[in-house]
């Protein structure tokens, strides 16, 4: 074994040549050279601090949805979060990267904390939700995000919600890199009982609006913010009557999955990738599908949507 693979080895678990389609919720993409899995935030600093230092290129994996990995594989060390610890304080919940959404949101559910029972409906981790600044049921990460800590060129900082630098399915950590550790929210006091309803509620709600019985990385576009410009559009190519597109104007996104529908693109296939026909903003793996049927079948779902609506779509999902 290599002097690379000794040291990785110090830090966490090692496993040598894995396949994405064994790592991520798609099912799809060839083989990861290293997959190292570290469960503390100590061992992660250290790990990146060696990495950075020899220059060793290296990505990190959550719960491996919300992205989709290239079919030839990855030369490099996927690092798993493996840092579950979550701790509640008062009105506080402090969770590492690793913790997933829906435990912490059960956690604090249990807790009598107000606020976070939609995370019960999300997949993945803590820390990938609030890269992406996940959301669901009207609500998103940086509404209760407090503070972060992170990892950012050498250095272990913290930084506040301001400097999060959120923005719709967007923070500050895709543009500027680093590696978030932990996460603080700051929650209100509530009723126990009514928030494990409203938790229950969530995870109906994603029960019943998405697709299930096939391998999917969840909503691959965004939602389309109502600029002016894109009002003007959006009531150029379609009645100004409709009640959804009233709803559109009034909540100002309008919904990629309506808008996929809309342009005839549900069930569509191409290989063994084809769009739900329950949820147009899901790709669903039908078996085997490749990477490049993914992007194929994205590109054309694009065009279909901007020759019937005049809007351009723009993916959600992190691409390797």
Avoid at 43 to 61: C, F, H, K, S
Avoid at 158 to 167: A, D, P, R, V
Avoid at 173 to 189: D, Q, Y
Avoid at 243 to 260: H, T
Wanted: aromatic content about 6%; some cysteine.
């Amino acid at each position: 074994m290599d002097q690379l693979s000794q040291t990785l080895k110090t830090f966490g678990k090692l496993q040598i040549n894995v396949s994405f389609a064994k790592l991520t919720t798609f099912k799809i993409g060839g083989p990861a050279r290293f997959v190292l899995s570290i469960d503390s935030t100590e061992n992660m600093i250290a790990a990146l601090q060696y990495l950075d230092g020899e220059g060793v290129q290296y990505m990190l994996l959550g719960g491996g949805s919300n992205m989709l990995a290239p079919d030839e594989g990855y030369d490099g060390v996927v690092i798993k979060c493996a840092a579950k610890k979550i701790q509640v304080e008062g009105n506080t919940v402090i969770a590492d990267a690793g913790a997933q959404t829906a435990q912490v949101a059960r956690e604090s559910v249990k807790a009598g904390l107000s606020g976070f029972a939609w995370g019960v409906g999300v997949p993945g981790t803590i820390g990938g939700a609030l890269r992406g600044n996940a959301g669901a049921m009207g609500k998103e990460m940086k509404d209760d995000v407090s503070s972060v800590e992170a990892f950012v060129d050498g250095e272990v900082l913290t930084l506040s919600n301001e400097e999060c630098k959120f923005g719709y399915r967007h923070s500050a950590f895709k543009t500027m890199g680093g590696v978030i550790l932990r996460v603080t929210l700051t929650l209100k006091s509530g009723d126990a009982a009514e928030e494990m309803k409203k938790a229950l509620e969530a995870l109906k709600y994603r029960n019943e609006t998405q697709p299930k019985g096939f391998a999917s990385t969840g909503c691959i576009f965004k939602n389309i913010d109502v600029t002016e410009v894109n009002k003007k559009t959006l009531l150029k190519h379609f009645d100004a009557a409709d009640e959804k597109v009233q709803r559109f104007i009034e909540i100002g996104k309008v919904s990629a999955g309506w808008l996929i529908e809309q342009a005839g693109m549900k069930g569509k296939k191409v290989g063994n990738a084809e769009v739900s026909d329950v949820h147009g903003n899901f790709i669903l793996n039908m078996g085997e599908a490749t990477s490049v049927d993914v992007h194929m079948l994205i590109e054309q779902i694009k065009e279909a949507v901007y020759t019937k609506s005049g809007l351009t779509l723009e993916e959600e999902i992190y691409i390797v």
